[in-house]
């Protein structure tokens, strides 16, 4: 059977697993797994990804993130291959490290999110490194521990998944603990491994292709999610198919003369509330309505990658741009 296609697309929430070859141990000490965090952090600092959560165990490892200025695929590869290189030369061994590729499943926000966070937060609890949630709370490998403020990791998105709990950080600590403590006796999830209806059999044009109804739709490992979510997928790879480009010049040209800004304002530090509303909706038109580069925009704007992503899922959670203004600015 061929591979199936990656389904990937800025802003697209994925759980990632990675298993060692043939089960063997992909972190053998602590200055491997200080390796794969510090290549890690790199991706999200540069606004590639969003880490939400992650686990480190010997065999195998688990992330939730979302698609950022960079194809997941293309920031997995780097991260692999990178820190693959560096473990063979470091124990004086040869060949693949990793099974095969990694798997992704594409998940959609709600119920899941959550629902992931702590599952993958748990993994170390559930294969024995630690014996119980007070040692998971200090335990450096898992993202739960900067949840809690225990350890430091600045590039992780730590105020979305608090932010869920609660208005102030303490409490909103308390309130997570909280929710991780109570998933301890659920035990092994199948259910949050994939198995959802089909978004995809061949990728975002394929998709588009579909047109036979719900009859059609069948089991697919690659996603997470209701009936309704793949409906909306479809019409989301469906425009995606169809969608013309407008090239970075014009859009950002456009968008100023409507809000009245010069593109040298848009482009500069100015923090006004109009320049930050411009750059926000010009990084959401660009990067997640006609899927362009976001390190393209960061440096025509002088800002960093990661700036370009905050201001897009910014731009989003504010509801804006119109729908009417957007399709009309992206329009060839």
Do not use: C, N
């Given at each position: 059977m061929p591979r199936q296609a990656r389904l990937d697309a800025p802003g697209v929430l994925h759980h990632v697993m990675v298993r060692g070859i043939e089960r063997g141990v992909v972190f053998q000490d602590n200055a491997d797994r200080e390796d794969f965090v510090r290549r890690l952090s790199q991706g999200a600092e540069s606004g590639k990804i969003s880490v939400y959560a992650w686990a480190l165990l010997p065999n195998h490892l688990h992330l939730l993130v979302r698609s950022g200025t960079a194809p997941l695929s293309r920031v997995m590869r780097s991260l692999l291959t990178g820190y693959a290189g560096r473990f063979n030369r470091r124990h004086r061994r040869s060949g693949h490290l990793f099974q095969n590729r990694y798997k992704s499943i594409v998940c959609e926000e709600e119920p899941y999110f959550l629902e992931l966070v702590r599952y993958l937060h748990l993994n170390p609890l559930r294969a024995g490194i630690v014996k119980d949630l007070g040692q998971l709370d200090r335990y450096a490998y898992t993202g739960h521990s900067a949840l809690l403020g225990r350890i430091a990791r600045p590039w992780q998105d730590t105020a979305?998944?608090?932010?869920?709990?609660?208005?102030?950080?303490?409490?909103?600590?308390?309130?997570?603990?909280?929710?991780?403590?109570?998933?301890?006796?659920?035990?092994?999830?199948?259910?949050?491994?994939?198995?959802?209806?089909?978004?995809?059999?061949?990728?975002?044009?394929?998709?588009?292709?579909?047109?036979?109804?719900?009859?059609?739709?069948?089991?697919?490992?690659?996603?997470?999610?209701?009936?309704?979510?793949?409906?909306?997928?479809?019409?989301?790879?469906?425009?995606?198919?169809?969608?013309?480009?407008?090239?970075?010049?014009?859009?950002?040209?456009?968008?100023?003369?409507?809000?009245?800004?010069?593109?040298?304002?848009?482009?500069?530090?100015?923090?006004?509330?109009?320049?930050?509303?411009?750059?926000?909706?010009?990084a959401y038109a660009w990067v997640k309505h006609l899927g362009g580069s976001g390190r393209d925009l960061s440096r025509a704007l002088g800002v960093s990658p990661q700036a370009v992503s905050l201001a897009a899922r910014r731009a989003e959670k504010e509801g804006i741009p119109a729908r009417g203004d957007l399709e009309r600015w992206c329009r060839v």
């Open positions: 979305e998944v608090l932010g869920r709990f609660g208005g102030r950080v303490g409490r909103a600590r308390e309130e997570y603990r909280r929710f991780v403590q109570e998933g301890i006796r659920q035990g092994p999830r199948p259910d949050l491994m994939g198995g959802g209806l089909v978004r995809s059999i061949g990728g975002w044009k394929a998709v588009a292709e579909i047109r036979r109804g719900r009859e059609a739709y069948s089991a697919d490992e690659r996603v997470l999610g209701s009936s309704r979510f793949v409906e909306g997928l479809l019409k989301e790879a469906e425009e995606i198919a169809v969608r013309p480009k407008v090239d970075l010049a014009t859009l950002g040209r456009r968008i100023t003369r409507h809000m009245g800004l010069t593109w040298e304002a848009l482009s500069g530090r100015g923090r006004s509330r109009e320049q930050s509303r411009a750059r926000s909706i010009l």
